[in-house]
């Protein structure tokens, strides 16, 4: 999603005349997105912006420096207070004025700006895309359909930093899909703190089906688009018509990243997810009724307040039972202002650490069994572009999310093939398009 936002922000300035500078050594203006999730991610970007300032004064150039994002909107003027070389504080709901206060600080009418007000209608301005910012062309795309979040789960921040749920129109959505098909791309991610909850409020029930999956249906009609998928979900928005859709819309991809964050029910509770074990793994099981080779991955928190060793073993638990094809642990870092952070009983760092190390032992040790499954078979494919690593190289996903690398060139961008998997590595297949030809 913060990727997402800073795409449209640096299209905005690109098409403002700017141009995306090859590194921050040499850029006027250098823009720090912000995540506020957790404590590490908050740090780091301060840590990131001191630094940047230092070597900047060292230098002696001043380029205009600015936050964006959760900690700018968190945070606001203390961050000027505090680091006195930042002239620009942009909130969650302001990302489409950057250009307008980058002009005005630039030519000097206005010295620094802090705006961290809140903007009726600003979900629907995050809709401008850099798809041919550089040479290469993208395949894939995502899509903002709303902000914020009303869930106020009691270990996040979040609710606090993107303000209340705001869902764009289908018509918007559905023109903007279209545009990016037009132009090139085969796969849309459609996004949303919650997009489950996508038009809650807005957009009654039709024949049983929810907002969003009328727009799933909406964006499912598009020619020439060839991939869905959609992150992140909350359990709760897993009603049937949702379940349904995996297996009515091909296009759907068989993925779903599912956010579990806890196997106990007493921590769940604690948490305020609105679901049990239970109900979880029910989803679970009809997701792998209505689509048997679907990827499922997840989130979890180890150390919330108050988890005992039988709460973390039931976390164990049931990820040997759901056998995630991925999951991001996290330690449980306490926010400001959230509920948690005031419960008792918080668990030492220690603790934390230990129970992290054993749930992503446990957990990669599944995944990666998981991938060896794949060796020896057949995968469909969407050729990305090159790989990260091996710029020789080709990379693409499998309709569950997989990523995988194999010998090609640029003439397989943008196609679906299928390749053989040859090899697994750590969250990596490695495949070859040849076997097959
Ligand atoms: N609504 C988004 C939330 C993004 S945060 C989503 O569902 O993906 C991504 C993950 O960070 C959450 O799912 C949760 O597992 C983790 N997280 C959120 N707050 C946290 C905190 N205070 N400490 C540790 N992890 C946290």
Redesign the pocket.
Known sequence: ?NERDSEAVAAQLVARGYTLAPSEDTADVILLNT?S???LAEQKALNKMKSLAGVANKERRSPVLGFMGCMAQSRGQKLIDELPDVDLVLGTQKFHRAAEYLDNILAGTREKIVDVAEEKDSEATIREHLLNGSAKKSVSAFVSIMQG?N?Y?T????PYTRGEERSRAIADLVDECRELVSRGVKEITLL???VTSYGKRDVPLRDGKSAFVQLLEAVHDIDGLERIRF????PKGYGDDLIDAYARLPKLCESA?L?V?SGSDRILKLMHRGYTREKYLGIIRKLRAARPRIGIST???VG?PGETEQDFEETMALAREVEFDQA?V??????RD?P??EMPDQIPQRLREERNQALLQTINGIAARKYEDFIGRQAEILVEGPSKKNSARLTGRTRCNKIVVFEGDERHRGQIMDVKITRAGSFTLYGDAAILM
């Open positions: 999603m995540c999730v957790r404590d979040c869930q789960c270990f996040c921040i979040v949303g703190q919650i992150t992140s979900p909350h990243h956010p964050q989130d979890i928190i919330f991001f996290f330690k449980y870092s306490p926010r959230t948690a952070a």
